[in-house]
């Protein structure tokens, strides 16, 4: 049996690991995940004007069934925080943008990926071990581990906020990259942590991905930037997350901006969007894209993202 194997058996027995009490509260007694960064005392009061944030420690947190316990409400205000999911295929130039976006609009970026490694490679982490084996595999590690390591970076990230526009008055905007990656996550993610705003969706061939990822494999040192790998992900990639993008779609929740030109004309498009979105553009009232953009401006009653940006402007 491999490690993916016993946890998925693990975690699909656990479908009522959370508290039942109204309450966001959770059991302190056994590891969660941990961000690799400093993390803020447990007793300090959220900024964002939520709930207290959730202990974060190896040592706290966890269900009776060994899993991360996730709230039972929203852990953070979308009234304040801002909460943009950044999605494409692997090595479609997600990272990319978002470097750019968080030096212009101060946006704080978490790449799930990013915290699933540093995870990983944590001494001591529960979840090392599994993580490598769904990564090298390209599958999608379960929610309760990259969610509650989300939730953790972002109160981590609001115990000491950035000195940039967006996180006056207890604010804060966030570009998570590569997340959610299955329907699960989205759910989740908007229920227990944040409620989302929109998808900024950026896409391209996969040709072009493979060349990218072929080409980043040379010196990115990473278990998946090989052929083998990327096969795998892109499978994952067309068969659990476009279902992702495909929902917020029909909620007229996605931006897309197509990334096969080079890095400077995407970005040209990706702001456009971002400022209409932020209400930055002097025609802001129009939500009607320049580019190649799914949006729709009746979405919101169904659920799942919150109102664009537009409607609740943070600067
Ligand atoms: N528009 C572009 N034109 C050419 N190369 C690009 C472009 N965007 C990104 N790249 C390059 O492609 C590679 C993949 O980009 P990036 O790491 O941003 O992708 P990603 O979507 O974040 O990937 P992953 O999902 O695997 O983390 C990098 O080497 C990057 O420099
Ligand atoms: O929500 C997520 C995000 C990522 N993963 C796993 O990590 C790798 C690498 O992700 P990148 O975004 O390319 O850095 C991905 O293939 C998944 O295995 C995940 O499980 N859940």
Redesign the pocket.
Known sequence: MTVIDTVKAAFSSDKHHQSTTSTSTTTTSTPTPTTATTPAPPTQPNPAGAAPPTPISPDADMSSKGTPALSDKPVFDAEKITVIFVL???????????DRLVKDYGFKHL?A?DLLRAEQTRPGSTYGAMIKEYITEGKIVPMEVTIKLLENAMSDTLSSPPSAPGWESSHGRFLI??FPRKMDQALKFDAAVCQSSFVLF?STTEAVMLE??L??GKT?G?D??NRESITK?FRTFIETSMPVVDYYRKRGNVVEID?????D??YDKVRVEIDQRLGLLPGAGSRTSTTNTTTDTTSTATGGIAPPLLEKPVV
């Open positions: 494409g295929g692997p090595g479609a130039g997600k990272g990319t943008q978002c790449s990926g990259d590569g950026i990218r990822l080409e980043r990115s990473r998946d930037d992900r990334s096969s030109p080079p890095v004309v995407v």
